[in-house]
């Protein structure tokens, strides 16, 4: 079930022309805030934020966190100094110390005096950390609890605290110090015997994150061990914050489109693709291409060690881009397979010679399959002769490919580098210039026997 | 924090050898439920089921639904029909209708008969839904509450559902007929008025899912709207399951990795890799490799064209690698930028005009970039002339293969196919086919002119 955001969009329209800013925040308070931000982001940034403006102040701070990080500082830019007060004290507390780090200094010292010590202090601590690390993907705002407080004080405080923190499904217990000792689900406070000391009911085990490790920690956390939130500790083993399924979640996509762009051969975009500008783009861009071009001088060096061959059987060139091609996808089919497995741990670098022999088989298949196809083609456009070179040069240049694509990955992952920078291209490169020399010497010995 | 589970394997070792099954058991019995699924699998299978049929009841339901289908599969066919009765009963609900479609008739009708009717009947119903419906992820264990109850009441029935359904913090609000009619959070019922309707209290609009729709349907409604389950109905709108986030977790991760094989021309594998057979390998890589041979006929046909041009100037094909390949590589990052940007929704269908203007002022620079890399190249190789050809035909071929990979994609989604498919390796030989006719017709129009 779905909102149709079109038609709201459609029906905000006439009503913010009139300046009816009220009505128009009446037509979508009752929606998800997830919608509501998108509608808000299709429309007129300034028309956007008087509507916004309309709705309650715990809504806007919510709605705001579903925003763009770049519609965000947009909007946030166009509010005065007490209306952005408003909406930091009520946005969670981790997206706040993102928003604080994407504004200017003056606009930085607009918000911080209408804000409590206490707020101020927290902004300062959760922005501190540098991007990439849990600590700038935690909140603080979680209950505690004390390990000698009973189970029915336990409730009654996390009560006082509910309307306050991220999430009450999970406290955490700590000593005087801050050291975290114990968890609890308030499921178990729940079904416990309200006298029962928290001591004896928490889990003393606590699957934690560091705040400096990197963010991807925290979510591996979360989807190993199926937790609603992992408690992040520094490096005294004090808490400092939680990590929630959310945002862990957020981690995991924007993971997985990193990855998906190496294979591509693309390097890491600071933001979206749609907000990228054109100079952004060519920088991602031009690394990997330019290596690629003096990657594909071999071949070409390569061909030019055979061009007297080339200049007697001049149709040896109508299966280069066949014959290499083909090399270079079984490859870039078998670094994907690999480059997947390793990232979701569903093989280990220790396994390479073990799938070696798989992919011998695998490959020998597809190499014989291809191979078949390939010799109707050569027998056709060149006897006898080009059937055989080209069947062969075919059933190698298979094996070869795929023996290359899936070992670099494991080659990368040995030296510490990110697997999925075995891109399909990259593998391309390197087979096709294998290729070359694969075919015309494989050509030269049938023609000379 | 990880647990180190090479150092319990090595302890287990000696205590299995021995027989002694109960020690080895205690040892792992304090760890997290995912790590002793680990743990077992590594070890032999018949021990395993022996160490693990030495913890609790409970424990052991909850280690087995984190174990690969394959191995949950080879251990329950090992269990006596009591055994594995009891462990049907604990099992959550949705990882035991996957579990019951993989059993064999005789394992099942040894293991129906030690159940209740209900539960017969649940896992009879759960196990009906085609794969990849939200049917087929859901689990029937939540809590349903009546519109007409107070927020006491409700709390006293949630305390009472705890200990048998997945998860307390979200409540669904049914009529007599199972229409679902509100969700409340327990969060808001435990700061409620303990006499308070739950009609007043709570929330009308509820996200649900449909049980026929695909699973990533259920998966997408989570991450949206950041919530902890979606209650999904049947075609009369009445309530017959939840899905979690973390089943939903397990879905979006599935659903990279089909991505990630799709971009890099695999077809869509039953199982891991490393569970996969070498004929199912075979199968998902040689329908691409076969097809793609037949498109790069084409860039052997555009050689076959020239093939008089070639032989009076060989050294021509000392650049047809480099040149193609880097169409094919610009070609495949916009296709992968493409496709990523597509599947997160950051652009949508309707961009594509608006995008093909970026396009183009991106490739134009990369292409500029790389035909000064490569002039030097050609001046170097085979004079001015050379030169000239090869600078003028890397950035047409690097603007040609970039709108090429950029529109594929979009293509491919108004013909309502997956843009996934626009696989690097299909995107390359789309590019190469066209960078061979704009090569030679370049160097014909030079050298003529």
Known sequence: MDVDLDYYTGQLAPLTEKGNYESAATLVADLPNPDIAEILSAIDMDEARR?????????????????????????????????????????????????????????????????????????????????????????????????????????????????????????????????????ISLRDLLLANPSARIRNLMIKDVIRSHASA???????????????????????????????????????????????????????????????TITSLYRTRVGWLVVLVFGNVFSGASIAHFEDLIARIVSLVFFLPLLIDSGGNAGSQSSTLMVRALATEDVH??????????????????????AAAVSVLGYWRGGMNIAIIVSITMILIVIVGSLIGMSLPFLLTRLKLDPASASAPLVTTICDGTGVLIYFNVANLVLNF
Do not use: C
């Open 51 to 183: 509507v916004m403006l309309g709705l309650d102040a715990k809504q806007q701070a919510s709605i705001f966190g579903y925003l763009r990080p770049a519609v965000q500082a947009e909007m946030a830019s166009g509010m005065s100094r007490r209306q952005l007060a408003a909406l930091f004290e009520l946005m969670d507390h981790d997206e706040r110390a993102d928003l604080y780090n994407r504004l200017s200094d003056s606009e930085r010292w607009a918000v911080l005096p209408g804000l409590a010590h206490a707020e101020r202090e927290d902004i300062r601590q959760l922005a501190s950390y540098p991007e990439d690390t849990v600590g700038s993907i935690m909140t603080s705002a979680y209950v505690t609890l004390r390990p000698d407080q009973t189970a029915g004080q336990a409730l009654d405080s996390i009560r006082l605290e509910a309307p306050d923190v991220e999430t009450i499904y999970q406290s955490y217990v700590v000593e005087s110090d801050r050291r975290l000792v114990g968890t």
């Open 214 to 276: 990197p963010k991807t920690d925290a979510a591996r956390l979360i989807a190993r061990y199926d937790i609603l939130a992992v408690p992040v500790v520094n490096d005294d083993e004090q808490m400092v914050g939680i990590v929630t399924h959310d945002d862990a979640l957020d981690v995991t996509e924007s993971e997985s489109t990193a990855d998906q762009h190496r294979l591509g051969a693309v390097a890491r975009l600071a933001t979206s693709l749609s907000e990228s």
């Open 349 to 370: 670098a220790k396994d390479w010679f073990r799938l070696l022999g798989k992919e011998l088989a695998v490959s020998l298949l597809l190499g014989l399959s291809m």
